[in-house]
């Protein structure tokens, strides 16, 4: 087993908002300390600057925070690197369509030819789609920005499920958290789990969680620009815990079943049923964050039945158990 040298992806000219450096702050605290005690050699870590390299006493980019960066490797080190990390990619790239740098692209392509294991985290996936490397493959990201990952680079099978894909050489992963994830993963495969659990011990997180990136998706609010559809959508939401068809929906829309269909797969990009279903499912995610009621209390109110299928939908759907869910979001009041 060997470590190896990891360069992680620093944006110095294009400007690094405080909230992704969380995200680039991941593979330093977990790459760039020596744990001797653990492994010997240690990771070898080099953060690679988009643009010149800078010198001692030189400047970075000034974020909007007043912080400024430097490094002291440039994109020409990353093919060298056993392992290259995009921590995330500017937002104007993610909303606006900005391009990223040319030279970026170019750097991520010349380190995978030359080998090099190539790495995501939360809005990263936008820059190794970018240079090709996710076409055909299954890859992750934030669940806020799945959806523009798909539509944007179609060839690339998106899944926002997950806290995690590896696939082997490239290796993607979801937003904040999920990126610690990935990057103990990465420990596992490269040093065992023994030093990967010894690593979350001291970083006093849990070695691997359960579930996905699925359990923290607000399901209960999808997007509709239908504006006809507002008063059914509200009306089936007090109503829940009974029994609802598509044509009772229909009927309260004064549709036939099958416009009603048309018009909320259009207006939301799922079925009537699904829509119930996750309507449902939010509404028990509610009630286990803020209430003590008993599961079987829980899928009665939802409208999803027994505790059994409540338990059989939130595998299904979310990934997790309703108890580990009420675990991971315990109520603070």
């Excluded at 010149?52 to 007043?66: K, T, V």
């Excluded at 926002?160 to 696939?167: E, F, G, N, P, Q």
């Excluded at 996905?212 to 998706?217: L, M, N, R, S, V």
Aim: net charge negative.
């Amino acid at each position: 087993m060997s470590a190896g040298s990891v360069a992680v992806v620093v944006p110095v000219d294009i400007g690094v908002p405080s909230w992704d450096l969380y995200e680039l702050s991941i593979p330093c605290t977990v790459f760039g300390k020596p744990q001797p005690d653990l492994a010997d050699p240690w990771y070898e870590l080099r953060l690679c600057g988009i643009g010149e390299p800078q010198q001692e006493g030189q400047g970075g980019s000034m974020a909007d925070n007043g912080l400024a960066l430097r490094t002291r490797y440039g994109l020409d080190d990353l093919v060298n690197a056993d392992t290259v990390i995009v921590p995330s990619v500017p937002d104007p790239c993610v909303e606006d369509g900005r391009p990223l740098p040319p030279d970026l692209i170019t750097a991520l392509r010349r380190a995978y030819d030359a080998g090099a294991r190539m790495v995501s985290l939360c809005t990263g996936a936008f820059a190794l789609a970018e240079a090709g490397l996710l076409d055909g493959r299954r890859a992750t990201a934030h669940w806020m920005h799945t959806a523009q990952l798909a539509e944007r680079y179609p060839k690339v099978h998106v899944d926002d499920s997950v806290l995690y894909v590896d696939d082997g050489d490239v290796l993607t992963s979801a937003g904040l958290t999920a990126g610690l994830d990935l990057c103990l993963h990465l420990v596992r495969r490269d040093l065992g789990a023994h030093v990967a659990n010894q690593l979350a011990r001291r970083m006093v997180v849990p070695a691997h969680r359960p579930g996905g990136q699925a359990q923290f998706i607000d399901l209960s609010v999808p997007a509709t620009d239908d504006q006809g559809l507002g008063p059914v959508l509200e009306w089936a939401r007090a109503r829940l815990d009974q029994p609802l068809t598509v044509e009772d929906l229909a009927r309260r829309a004064a549709m036939s079943p099958r416009t009603f269909y048309r018009r909320l797969q259009a207006a939301t990009g799922t079925t009537p049923l699904q829509w119930l279903l996750n309507q449902r499912l939010g509404r028990a995610q509610g009630l286990l964050e803020s209430t003590d009621l008993p599961i079987d209390k829980v899928g009665e109110l939802s409208g999803l039945g027994t505790a059994n299928n409540l338990r059989h939908h939130f595998l299904k759907q979310i990934g997790v158990s309703p108890s580990d869910y009420r675990r991971a979001f315990p109520r603070t009041g």
